[in-house]
């Protein structure tokens, strides 16, 4: 097993334009995580799902952000209409979760949207 | 109020030499974990070390170790013997019991630079 893997690293586009991004998450991990960093800060959450079922989302995502994880394995994260505001590192991590606090998420390299 | 306060933007350390990294968290959840991660230019985020509020030794992972005080709220990571492939962000994270969600909460992270 290769790890998480994003696709693509690197995303440049204009403004009012939509992007989509993937994620593959370890195969034997339940859970899968979309988070979003901009510089000097943090990761900061979007939403995760188990399985296929997206179990919570942040007030940071907008109408404009969707998610999806089809089947249960890989996942999608599209930004509609994109804004300068949306550029920022999107990163995917996964877990495998059976309660309690201490799964670790395992985090891809994630992918950089650049939106000019 | 932010949930995880890391208050060092930056460090410097001399290779070979110990560094803490300090950490500060805030919640009202007697049940809650603490994790450390590392993130070199690369963007891709690591796993270090994991706490559990109700583990009674510190943490430790190889040259990683985690000096709990669990009155003072500090998670701070002492890495020891620094090595040159050490420089990267760290980031402190909590992830809380409430509503089981088992969401993390990152701080703003500590830029640490070992130098020869």
């Not at chain 1, 089809?70 to 550029?87: A, V, Y």
């Not at chain 2, 509020?53 to 890495?79: C, H, M, P, W």
Request: charged share 20%.
């Amino acid at each position: 097993d290769t790890g998480v893997s994003q696709d693509p690293r690197h995303k440049i586009t204009k403004r009012g334009q939509n992007v989509t991004f993937r994620c593959d998450p370890i195969s034997e991990h339940n859970r899968l995580y979309w988070y979003r960093q901009t510089l000097g800060q943090g990761p900061e959450f979007l939403t995760y799902f188990q399985n296929e079922a997206q179990l919570e989302k942040s007030r940071l995502l907008s109408d404009r952000f969707s998610a999806e994880r089809p089947k249960g394995s890989f996942s999608t994260l599209e930004i509609q209409r994109t804004e300068q505001g949306d550029s920022a590192m999107y990163l995917c991590a996964s877990s495998y979760f059976a309660g309690g606090f201490s799964n670790e998420q395992f985090f891809g390299p994630g992918t950089r949207l650049t939106v000019l | 109020a932010q949930k995880i306060t890391q208050t060092q933007p930056g460090m410097f350390v001399q290779e070979k030499e110990a560094v803490t990294l300090d950490c500060t968290y805030d919640t009202s959840d007697p049940s809650y974990g603490l994790f450390w991660y590392k993130q070199p230019s690369s963007g891709e985020m690591i796993f270090l070390i994991y706490q559990g509020s109700y583990d009674q030794q510190n943490a430790t992972e190889g040259r990683y170790s985690l000096n709990f005080q669990k009155a003072r709220k500090s998670a701070n990571l002492v890495i020891s013997a620094s090595q040159l492939g050490d420089s990267a962000m760290y980031f402190c994270a909590m992830r809380e019991g409430v509503g089981g969600s088992y969401i993390p909460t990152f701080g703003r992270g500590t830029s640490l630079i070992v130098h020869p």
